[in-house]
């Protein structure tokens, strides 16, 4: 069986919990020093990465790991990508290679579902564009529910650049269909002019739009995908949206501040705000592990069959 993990809004919302559940299923067993899912044939996977990435190629790498699954990685330096090779040669050239599914990021949005054209195995959409970042959302969905017990009915504002940012549609689409009430948070020229169906509210001014919230989640100004004049020379979007301990007195008590990375500090987010006892930043990542992990055995069509009950 072939499908691809492309976005959160084209899942439906029994696969959306299917993939929570397998995630925290994996991580569990994960924990407990067993494997993470009953062991398949091993495969080839290849990380195709178009875009510079730390965090999302390593856990991406980890996740095919820890399926008992390789990898052949291909980036955009050291490759012919960086040759300007477009997507479309690369994949034929790869059709050599033998691969058995695909992780890839690409700059242009809708650049995953470009891909199945020319490759009929599972692709995970590790970002493409300002479109989506499934697996980041899946991840950050984790770290809510262990934190907060659940995502319905909790108050999430994503602050800052939300024009630009696939992880801010990914996590709207994911916690907005799983009951959470969702905020968009920053300068107009920052907010989507249309939210494209998405059922969020939208607030231009920082402490009343985190009043009340249970996740504060600052984004880093996305520069490369810019165009100019979005941020007027001598604007101060620090003073105005950072999230630091004086910010977060608006928002729940307990809210936790997570944040995708790359962090940018002193611009969105503060040291006290990044590494202070609400941060729950380093939890993202290691949940973006499992995530990704699970994002990848659903879209190989590996048994859901967890360890502890075989
Ligand atoms: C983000 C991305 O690349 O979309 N990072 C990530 O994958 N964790 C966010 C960003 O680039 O700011």
């Given at each position: 069986?072939?499908?691809?993990?492309?976005?959160i809004?084209?899942?439906?919302?029994?696969?959306?919990?299917?993939?929570?559940?397998?995630?925290?299923?994996?991580?569990?067993?994960?924990?407990?020093?067993?494997?993470?899912?009953?062991?398949?044939?091993?495969?080839?996977?290849?990380?195709?990465?178009?875009e510079?990435?730390?965090?999302?190629?390593?856990?991406?790498?980890?996740?095919?790991?820890?399926?008992?699954?390789?990898?052949?990685?291909?980036?955009?330096s050291?490759?012919?990508?960086?040759?300007?090779?477009?997507?479309?040669d690369t994949?034929?050239t790869?059709?050599?290679?033998?691969?058995?599914?695909?992780?890839?990021?690409?700059?242009?949005?809708?650049?995953?579902?470009?891909?199945?054209?020319?490759?009929?195995?599972?692709?995970?959409?590790?970002?493409?564009?300002?479109?989506?970042?499934?697996?980041?959302?899946?991840?950050d969905?984790?770290?809510?529910i262990?934190?907060?017990?659940?995502?319905?009915?909790?108050?999430?504002?994503?602050?800052?650049?939300?024009?630009h940012?696939?992880?801010a549609?990914?996590?709207?689409?994911?916690?907005?269909?799983?009951?959470?009430?969702?905020?968009?948070?920053?300068?107009?020229?920052?907010?989507?002019?249309?939210?494209?169906g998405?059922?969020?509210?939208?607030?231009?001014?920082?402490?009343?739009?985190?009043?009340?919230?249970?996740?504060?989640?600052?984004?880093r100004?996305?520069?490369?995908?810019?165009?100019?004049?979005?941020?007027?020379?001598?604007?101060?979007?620090?003073?105005?949206y950072?999230?630091?301990?004086a910010?977060?007195?608006?928002?729940?008590?307990?809210?936790?501040?997570?944040h995708?990375?790359?962090?940018?500090?002193?611009?969105?987010?503060?040291?006290?705000?990044?590494?202070?006892?609400?941060?729950?930043?380093?939890?993202?990542?290691s949940?973006?592990?499992?995530?990704?992990?699970?994002?990848?055995?659903?879209?190989?069509?590996?048994?859901?069959?967890?360890?502890?009950?075989?």
């Amino acid at each position: 069986m072939s499908r691809g993990l492309h976005s959160i809004r084209l899942l439906s919302d029994p696969d959306i919990e299917l993939l929570l559940d397998l995630a925290q299923d994996i991580k569990r067993n994960h924990q407990a020093g067993k494997p993470v899912l009953p062991q398949s044939k091993s495969q080839m996977v290849g990380l195709l990465f178009f875009e510079n990435s730390t965090r999302t190629r390593v856990a991406f790498s980890q996740a095919a790991s820890l399926l008992g699954h390789k990898t052949v990685q291909f980036g955009s330096s050291g490759s012919s990508i960086s040759k300007g090779e477009t997507l479309k040669d690369t994949l034929l050239t790869l059709r050599f290679a033998q691969l058995d599914a695909m992780v890839i990021r690409h700059p242009s949005s809708g650049a995953t579902q470009m891909a199945a054209r020319y490759f009929s195995g599972p692709i995970v959409n590790a970002g493409d564009g300002r479109h989506e970042h499934p697996s980041q959302a899946l991840g950050d969905a984790l770290t809510i529910i262990q934190h907060k017990g659940e995502l319905r009915g909790r108050k999430v504002a994503i602050i800052g650049d939300v024009l630009h940012s696939r992880v801010a549609r990914s996590n709207a689409w994911l916690l907005s269909r799983m009951g959470a009430e969702v905020r968009f948070v920053g300068p107009k020229t920052l907010i989507p002019s249309a939210t494209g169906g998405l059922p969020v509210q939208v607030f231009y001014d920082l402490r009343t739009g985190i009043a009340g919230c249970d996740v504060v989640m600052p984004l880093r100004l996305q520069r490369e995908r810019m165009n100019d004049g979005l941020l007027p020379p001598g604007s101060d979007f620090a003073s105005q949206y950072q999230i630091n301990r004086a910010a977060m007195k608006a928002a729940s008590q307990d809210a936790i501040i997570m944040h995708p990375g790359p962090m940018n500090r002193g611009v969105e987010i503060d040291d006290w705000a990044a590494d202070g006892p609400q941060s729950a930043v380093l939890d993202q990542v290691s949940n973006g592990i499992y995530a990704k992990t699970a994002a990848l055995a659903w879209a190989m069509g590996a048994s859901m069959r967890p360890v502890g009950l075989a």
